[in-house]
T-cell receptor, first 114, second 112 residues
Framework: AQTVTQSQPEMSVQEAETVTLSCTYD???????LFWYKQPPSRQMILVIR??????QNATENRFSVNFQKAAKSFSLKISDSQLGDAAMYFC???????????FGKGTRLHILP | DAMVIQNPRYQVTQFGKPVTLSCSQT?????MYWYQQKSSQAPKLLFH???????NEADTPDNFQSRRPNTSFCFLDIRSPGLGDAAMYLC???????????FGSGTRLTVV
């Protein structure tokens, strides 16, 4: 079975600095999708960025980018120029190409220090 | 705006009293999901529908049931809520297997 591991329960970063959230996953499949979701306190979970496993190029969305290492099964999220609004729980997630459901990691709570 | 709407936002129910949470979507997505999320934990999938096909997770308690009367609506029924069922319940939709999820705002269930 696929698993997603986020080894950092909490992290803090100074406003305007860069932070990287780690994620590793385990799968025997070659085609799949990876996601980072953001869940602000008491607010809706939203998709931050997604990566198709067949694409070598790392996905980028404005200040958010990923470092996808397929062989190492690693999928880290880099947030540049951190803003107070980035404070949230971040979930790394995996989806098989053959399955309807997404598997989530346990999350990393990110604090932004003013 | 197209979206996923969960009602109510907060629900308080008595121990053992049946409760229903609702989810509606205007996205016309084929797949709808119910997740349970306890404090500071990963969302745990309870079940999902692909169109009318119901898919139950093996470890979802029998106490939890779901209905999807049409594409737009999906309900989560908890027949006899226990204190351990207090959690945030998240509804999500997906267009297909390639796309990510669109989440509702969640319903926070308190059992007293």
């Amino acid at each position: 079975a696929q698993t997603v591991t986020q080894s950092q329960p909490e992290m803090s970063v100074q406003e305007a600095e860069t932070v990287t959230l780690s994620c590793t996953y385990d799968t025997s499949e070659s085609d799949y999708y990876l996601f980072w979701y953001k869940q602000p306190p008491s607010r809706q979970m939203i998709l931050v960025i997604r990566q198709e496993a067949y694409k070598q190029q790392n996905a980028t969305e404005n200040r958010f980018s990923v470092n996808f290492q397929k062989a190492a099964k690693s999928f880290s999220l880099k947030i540049s120029d951190s803003q107070l609004g980035d404070a949230a729980m971040y979930f790394c997630a995996y989806r098989s190409q053959r399955d309807d459901k997404i598997i989530f990691g346990k999350g990393t709570r990110l604090h932004i220090l003013p | 705006d197209a979206m996923v709407i969960q009602n109510p936002r907060y629900q308080v129910t008595q121990f053992g009293k049946p409760v229903t949470l609702s989810c509606s979507q205007t996205l016309n997505h084929n797949v709808m999901y119910w997740y349970q999320q306890k404090s500071s934990q990963a969302p745990k999938l309870l079940f999902h529908y692909y169109d009318k096909d119901f898919n139950n997770e093996a470890d979802t308690p029998d106490n939890f049931q779901s209905r999807r009367p049409n594409t737009s609506f999906c309900f989560l029924d908890i027949r006899s809520p226990g204190l351990g069922d207090a959690a945030m319940y998240l509804c999500a939709t997906s267009r297909d297997r390639v796309a990510g999820y669109t989440f509702g705002s969640g319903t926070r269930l308190t059992v007293v």
